[in-house]
Nanobody, 132 residues
Framework: QLQLVESGGGLVQPGGSLRLSCAASGLRLDYYSIAWFRQAPGKERELVLC????????HYGDHTKGRFVNVKDSDKNITYLLMGGLEPADTGVYYC?????????????????????????WGQGTQVTVSS
């Protein structure tokens, strides 16, 4: 079964850090562009960051550059979202997603300007709450 399973959300104080995990089974993350999205209550889903698998470059959403970074462990087939300097505005449900992308073929519109509908696999989401 092809799936992404997320973990690591929780409650953190402003200025704190958190690490989210996205473990893949049935698919090898090295063959996919990875994206993290988030959705706050009453708001539209927005991009946190995406990794263009053709060149490994990261592209960030409007509010996350310099604070968030993605790190992939290919041996474990897990990718991590490391979040620092968290703010209450970062509160929301975070989703990892994967779209097939290799040199010979890459799903269109996945990174640097991702369309969520182009991502074939999604995690179940994990809640992040930033509050004092």
């Amino acid at each position: 079964q092809l799936q992404l399973v997320e973990s690591g959300g929780g409650l953190v104080q402003p200025g704190g850090s958190l690490r989210l995990s996205c473990a893949a089974s049935g698919l090898r993350l090295d063959y996919y562009s990875i994206a993290w999205f988030r959705q706050a209550p009453g708001k539209e889903r927005e991009l946190v960051l995406c990794i263009d698998n053709t060149d490994g470059r990261a592209h960030y959403g409007d509010h996350t550059k310099g604070r968030f970074v993605n790190v992939k462990d290919s041996d474990k087939n897990i990718t991590y979202l490391l979040m620092g300097g968290l703010e209450p505005a970062d509160t929301g449900v975070y989703y990892c997603a994967a779209a097939f992308c290799m040199d010979y073929y890459c799903q269109p519109n996945v990174c640097p300007e991702p369309e969520a509908t182009q991502y074939s696999y999604w995690g179940q989401g994990t809640q992040v709450t930033v509050s004092s």
